[in-house]
């Protein structure tokens, strides 16, 4: 139990993971690799019932407060139906603009924060849902393209995580299910938490192109599934280059 609760405190920093994770890709080129997951997780009849698509900029030509502003007041007459907000003081400043429609929620928010009177600011959006159908599937390509190229200055970073659950009973034990998992998405273990009722791997993935460098070796995909038992539904969450859902 202590290191299920340990495990899930890493993995619930995300936010602080993901700012220091190197602009290496480029807007989705070819497939999106939330498309890839969804389609090895429906051919195994695991039913999605959240999922979200994250990406972020570090914004290196933002040097002061007024283009900051400037930036950020771009950003709220390009989106004006979206509901924005600020909450700024001398060293930190965060505006974030948020749309909710129907099951999916959209959010941006433009971080900054003013080090010795250098300013390191971030420009994060989220397209998230609890439904996945053919509908979504078709259109989170387009609207992804089109969100980038409105609010990214250069390369984002982009990151996909699904959270689903097995439609019937897991014959196999929770480390064959893993083994499973591993094979069908032709990934490498790096490092594994194995519980009575959770484990969890980070592995190194042939389907996703970005990686993450852990010790001297990259990942680029993270995988995690829970039994409670008694009878209760094995539910996993799949996320490259990294798991961006708590669990």
């Given at each position: 139990m202590k290191k299920t609760k340990i495990i899930l405190t890493v993995l619930g920093l995300v936010g602080l993971i993901l700012l220091n994770i190197g602009d290496k890709t480029t807007a989705a080129d070819g497939k999106l690799d939330?498309?890839?997951?969804?389609?090895?997780?429906?051919?195994?009849?695991?039913?999605?019932?959240e999922w979200s698509l994250y990406a972020r900029e570090k914004m290196v030509n933002l040097q002061d407060q007024k283009e900051i502003k400037s930036y950020t007041e771009e950003l709220k007459q390009q989106f004006p139906d979206w509901e924005w907000a600020t909450n700024?003081?001398?060293?930190?400043?965060?505006?974030?603009?948020?749309?909710?429609?129907g099951s999916e929620t959209e959010s941006i928010k433009i971080l900054s924060t003013s080090?010795?009177?250098q300013f390191q600011t971030y420009v994060i959006y989220e397209v998230k849902g609890q439904v996945w159908d053919k509908k979504v599937e078709e259109s989170i390509p387009h609207k992804m393209a089109s969100r980038i190229s409105d609010i990214f200055r250069g390369n984002a970073t982009i990151f996909s995580c699904i959270k689903g659950e097995f439609n019937d009973k897991m014959?196999?034990?929770?480390?064959?299910?893993?083994?499973?998992?591993?094979t069908i998405f032709q990934?490498?273990?790096?490092?594994?938490?194995?519980e009575d009722t959770f484990i969890s791997s980070t592995a190194h993935s042939t389907m996703f192109s970005?990686?993450?460098?852990?010790?001297?070796?990259?990942?680029?995909?993270?995988?995690?599934?829970?039994?409670?038992?008694?009878g209760g539904k094995t539910t996993l969450v799949v996320g490259?280059?990294?798991?961006?859902?708590?669990?």
């Amino acid at each position: 139990m202590k290191k299920t609760k340990i495990i899930l405190t890493v993995l619930g920093l995300v936010g602080l993971i993901l700012l220091n994770i190197g602009d290496k890709t480029t807007a989705a080129d070819g497939k999106l690799d939330l498309l890839k997951m969804a389609s090895v997780l429906q051919d195994e009849n695991i039913l999605i019932n959240e999922w979200s698509l994250y990406a972020r900029e570090k914004m290196v030509n933002l040097q002061d407060q007024k283009e900051i502003k400037s930036y950020t007041e771009e950003l709220k007459q390009q989106f004006p139906d979206w509901e924005w907000a600020t909450n700024s003081d001398k060293v930190h400043s965060e505006s974030v603009g948020v749309l909710q429609q129907g099951s999916e929620t959209e959010s941006i928010k433009i971080l900054s924060t003013s080090t010795n009177g250098q300013f390191q600011t971030y420009v994060i959006y989220e397209v998230k849902g609890q439904v996945w159908d053919k509908k979504v599937e078709e259109s989170i390509p387009h609207k992804m393209a089109s969100r980038i190229s409105d609010i990214f200055r250069g390369n984002a970073t982009i990151f996909s995580c699904i959270k689903g659950e097995f439609n019937d009973k897991m014959i196999k034990t929770l480390p064959l299910e893993m083994e499973h998992l591993l094979t069908i998405f032709q990934a490498e273990e790096i490092e594994a938490l194995k519980e009575d009722t959770f484990i969890s791997s980070t592995a190194h993935s042939t389907m996703f192109s970005e990686t993450v460098e852990v010790g001297e070796k990259n990942m680029n995909v993270q995988i995690g599934i829970r039994n409670p038992g008694m009878g209760g539904k094995t539910t996993l969450v799949v996320g490259t280059p990294i798991i961006t859902i708590e669990y």
